[in-house]
């Protein structure tokens, strides 16, 4: 009978030990999930801010190269070595948009400010006329 009291007690002992963990766990559980939500908060703010910024940095490249122009392809490349991740897709739809707005011009395969496209236009343009003493006259 000693041995049965004994054992019980071992048993109720080893129950209490696991509904301890098993709270511990469950506390621990909500942690990570309160991370996840605070994390989950920040990387949708991050979305909507990388959102506003592709824009941004879009505008700051392009006055940057100025009137040598840019493609999506270059942007993606130079935003890449100043530590800015930009997707292509979004970069091109992005630069769609600008032209749609008149804030960018197409010149060629690149995108031009317009501020800078009507510099690129303005410049003197050379047309190569021969001499009419060159010319066999018949």
Request: charged share 25%; glycine share 6%; net charge positive.
């Amino acid at each position: 009978m000693a041995r049965t009291k004994a054992d019980m007690q071992r048993l109720i002992d080893q129950r209490d030990q696991l509904l301890r963990e098993i709270e511990a766990l469950r506390n621990k559980v909500a942690g990570i999930e309160m991370a996840i939500t605070l994390l989950d908060g920040d990387k949708q703010s991050a979305s909507l801010q990388s959102q506003r910024s592709v824009k941004a940095v879009l505008l700051d490249l392009l006055k940057e190269v100025g009137t040598s122009g840019l493609s999506a392809a270059n942007a993606v490349e130079m935003a890449n070595r100043r530590g800015i991740t930009l997707h292509a897709g979004s970069v091109g739809s992005t630069l769609s948009r600008l032209k749609s707005m008149e804030a960018v011009v197409l010149q060629g395969n690149k995108y031009v400010l317009a501020e800078y496209a009507s510099k690129a236009e303005a410049r003197p343009s050379i047309t190569l006329v021969q001499p009419a003493w060159s010319t066999p006259q018949g």
